[in-house]
T-cell receptor, first 114, second 111 residues
């Protein structure tokens, strides 16, 4: 069965650089969520999109922006990177009609800022 | 944690024993879910229990929910070395579909 795809899987950037993370949800899933998990921390919700519109916003820094495209894939853009942005970034998707149910997570992108 | 605490933070047991993890949360919820994460990898959904349910089973997993105490427990019976992972509870509110995670329990099952 198709799963959530994230790219790249690993990314190394320097401080003040920019990064773009991509997420391809499971086919026919219309909602995408982004989470950030720092070392030894629990995942924290950043932002979500439903039918290409932002549906919820969490603790996402102003330096970050995201969008969902017409093919439902999503991109998380991160600018002026800081050392504290080093984390695992997960994308998850959920199917239509039952958004309160389980989310399907991708393998994550490990971002290292040096 | 943005939601509450899980206890214990770490648990080490012998293969074949049962493992119990507890989770507390702060707000009223639509449902509570448990996820598993192998070291540095993605989260895998294990089980979902709705706010009007008190207990649910799935294979070797048993989940309970006490909404009056705002707490849940996950029991893994007859543990296996392959159960070694971090386990997170996550809540979903009626007003929002985002997952709010607890701080997780690191489970080590010794062969």
């Amino acid at each position: 069965a198709a799963g959530v795809i994230q790219s790249p899987r690993h990314l190394i950037k320097e401080k003040r650089e920019t990064a773009t993370l991509k997420c391809y949800p499971i086919p026919r899933h219309d909602t995408v969520y982004w989470y950030q998990q720092g070392p030894g921390q629990d995942p924290q919700f950043l932002i979500s999109f439903y039918e290409k519109m932002q549906s919820d916003k969490g603790s996402i820094p102003d330096r970050f922006s995201a969008q969902q495209f017409s093919d439902y894939h999503s991109e998380l853009n991160m600018s002026s990177l800081e050392l504290g942005d080093s984390a695992l970034y997960f994308c998850a998707s959920s199917p239509p009609m039952r958004p309160e149910n389980e989310q399907y997570f991708g393998p994550g992108t490990r971002l290292t800022v040096t | 944690s943005q939601q509450g605490e899980e206890d214990p933070q770490a648990l080490s047991i012998q293969e074949g024993e049962n493992a119990t993890m507890n989770c507390s949360y702060k707000t009223s919820i639509n449902n509570l879910q448990w996820y598993r994460q192998n070291s540095g990898r993605g989260l895998v959904h294990l089980i979902l229990i709705r706010s009007n349910e008190r207990e649910k089973h799935s294979g070797r997993l048993r989940v309970t929910l006490d909404t009056s105490k705002k707490s849940s427990s996950l029991l893994i019976t007859a543990s296996r070395a392959a159960d070694t992972a971090s386990y997170f509870c996550a809540t979903v509110m009626d007003s929002s579909y985002k997952l709010i995670f607890g701080s997780g329990t690191r489970l080590l099952v010794r062969p």
